[in-house]
């Protein structure tokens, strides 16, 4: 019987740099896998698990609810599971943790709980444009967008997200925003070297982060997509990726992690946004990815002016920048 881990995102590369060795994972479960490993071990889908070898299973994903139903239908009971986010639930999922207490040790179960152990009030109910697994992805965050975008109604111009990643949010914004142009900017293919080097000089990023962000491929994303035919995908590292575009938004999602990304973002996106459009700084309160904070204080320092933001409540906290 082994460990399993259900998730190949930020979460399970979290929880790998927390204590969890990789050589202690027999498997990694992804819905959609993008690779056939993930930190050294296989990844594979639910129809693939043999319960029976299944001593725990550790759920690392936002979406809880959802991996405890297919975990249960699966027959793998509420005692072999350990989760690290109860997302928007006011209530602790984990029944019993002693079993994994027993297996991962307790200080390193500890550790996990004051760390990624989060609980998320709901704040009323979903709006019917929206599924259930788009509000389990960060409730705060995608409820903001939706009313964010109600106030975009009559603001000219096109969407744009700088760090796609899965493209959970892209979603999200080519959902509420159906009749705008949404331009995906991202290398799919993670953070360029020259920057990981000098994240983790400064400690902002470990190895599970960064192979966390590699999992993710341009097909996956824009099958997500509800209104693909919006879609204009703009892979490769920004800014050369814009390959000389020139146009005016009102509404970006802002969302690379590290300073010099961030900084490139603001200097490209801040100036072209119409009266009226918003940034979403993703991460600006982030206890780990302070680098977002630096970018915004540097590009205020370089053009002398100051970022009018409102900050959220949502994960790592996203800065609203209104134009």
């Given at each position: 019987m082994g460990i399993y881990v259900w998730g190949t995102g930020c979460?399970?590369?979290d929880l790998a740099e927390q204590g969890l060795a990789s050589d202690r994972i027999t498997a990694f479960v992804d819905n959609a896998p993008t690779v056939s490993e993930f930190l050294g071990r296989p990844v594979i889908v639910p129809e693939e698990l043999d319960v029976r070898d299944v001593e725990l299973m550790v759920v690392a994903s936002r979406h809880s609810l959802s991996i405890r139903d297919r975990c249960l239908a699966l027959g793998i009971e509420s005692e072999r599971l350990l989760f690290l986010k109860n997302h928007?639930?006011?209530?602790?999922?984990?029944e019993n943790e002693s079993l994994a207490e027993e297996l991962l040790g307790t200080e390193l179960v500890s550790r996990i709980r004051q760390r990624c152990h989060v609980i998320?009030?709901?704040?009323?109910?979903?709006?019917?444009?929206?599924?259930?697994?788009?509000?389990?992805?960060?409730?705060?965050?995608?409820?903001?967008?939706?009313?964010?975008?109600?106030?975009?109604r009559d603001i000219p111009g096109a969407a744009a997200e700088l760090g796609v990643y899965r493209g959970a949010f892209a979603r999200c914004i080519?959902?509420?925003?159906?009749?705008?142009?949404?331009?995906?900017?991202?290398?799919?293919?993670?953070?360029e070297d020259q920057e990981i080097r000098k994240e983790k000089e400064r400690g902002t990023c470990g190895d599970g982060f960064v192979a966390a962000h590699r999992n993710t491929a341009v097909e996956q994303v824009l099958s997500w997509m509800p209104h693909r035919e919006r879609i204009r995908v703009c892979p490769g590292f920004f800014p050369e990726s814009l390959n000389g575009l020139e146009e005016r938004f009102c509404l970006v999602s802002l969302d690379v992690?590290?300073?010099?990304?961030?900084?490139?973002?603001?200097?490209?996106?801040?100036?072209?946004?119409?009266?009226?459009?918003?940034?979403?700084?993703?991460?600006?309160?982030?206890?780990?990815?302070?680098?977002?904070?630096?970018?915004?204080?540097?590009?205020e320092r370089d053009f002398?002016?100051?970022?009018?933001?409102?900050?959220?409540?949502?994960?790592?906290?996203?800065?609203v920048l209104v134009r």
């Open positions: 979460g399970a590369g928007y639930v006011l209530k602790n999922l984990n998320r009030a709901p704040m009323g109910c979903a709006d019917e444009v929206l599924e259930r697994k788009d509000l389990e992805n960060d409730y705060v965050r995608v409820k903001t967008l939706e009313m964010i975008c109600r106030r975009l080519n959902m509420l925003l159906p009749d705008r142009t949404l331009y995906l900017f991202d290398s799919f293919a993670g953070f992690d590290f300073e010099e990304s961030t900084y490139e973002g603001l200097k490209y996106f801040w100036p072209r946004m119409n009266p009226g459009g918003i940034i979403l700084l993703h991460d600006y309160n982030s206890p780990t990815l302070s680098g977002v904070r630096r970018a915004v204080a540097r590009y002398g002016v100051h970022l009018p933001g409102v900050p959220l409540c949502d994960i790592n906290g996203t800065l």
